[in-house]
């Protein structure tokens, strides 16, 4: 199964059995996200890049600078393991 | 993970989770790429990309067991918008797909067809 249909068959059952208020709270605060224009202040396509330097998990500073030397980079911003 | 390697790309995660919670994912995954932390998303404001949670919200995530607080080390109760970006050598973003919907996350099959796209140029 695509990535994308798991998720959905995820949501799908999760949705059965959160609470109901939970659920509410968490889907208007996706739609207030929506709506607050965040996503017309993001980067876009055709920007710069701001460059970062941030710690690895082995003590390391890691610089996208650096990393661009080598060839691009993809960047995946998340939220974390929880 | 080494589909885009094969393209000459490398791969970084951005956490906003301090740098010992982001070492636990990177062992339980057996991660070949790095978790870099960025505390209290301070790069991801810088692309755009932090918001805060509603207080309704934090109340649920407690209840839920999920304390940002202490994965995070700070009380701000930011995120990232869940976002994967390609980035070319000379600095300029070549490719974004960001959602402002956390459970939606960006198919690998996308973001990999966009870089084969951009080598082929």
């Known amino acids: 199964m695509k990535l994308e249909e798991r998720l959905e068959a995820y949501k ?20 207030d996200l929506r709506n607050s224009g965040i996503l017309a202040r993001t980067v876009k396509v055709g920007d710069m890049a701001p460059d970062f330097s941030l710690n690895n998990t082995r003590g390391q500073v890691v610089a996208l600078s650096d990393l661009l030397d080598g060839g691009p980079v993809v960047a995946s911003f998340y939220r974390g393991r929880w | 993970m080494e589909d885009f390697t094969s393209q000459g790309a490398t791969l970084v995660l951005i956490s ?3 740098e010992e919670h982001n070492r636990i994912i990177a062992e339980e995954k057996k991660l ?24 309704d919200l934090q109340k649920i995530y407690m209840q839920f067991g999920i304390d940002l607080p202490a994965h ?3 009380d701000s109760w930011t995120l ?10 000379d600095g300029v973003i070549r490719y974004a797909e960001i959602n ?3 459970t939606v996350r960006p198919d690998p099959e996308h973001t990999l067809a966009a870089l084969k796209a951009i080598g082929s140029l």
Do not use: C, W
């Open chain 2, 100 to 102: 402002a919907d956390y």
């Open chain 2, 32 to 55: 070949t790429v790095d978790i870099l932390s960025d505390p209290g998303n301070e790069m991801a404001a810088r692309y755009g990309l932090k918001f805060q949670l509603p207080e």
């Open chain 2, 72 to 74: 995070n080390g700070d």
């Open chain 2, 80 to 89: 990232p918008l869940p976002a994967r970006l390609i980035i070319d050598t």
């Open chain 1, 12 to 31: 799908k059952s999760f949705q059965k059995q959160a609470p109901k208020e939970a659920q509410e709270i968490m889907h208007r605060a996706t739609e």
């Open chain 2, 16 to 18: 906003p989770q301090l």
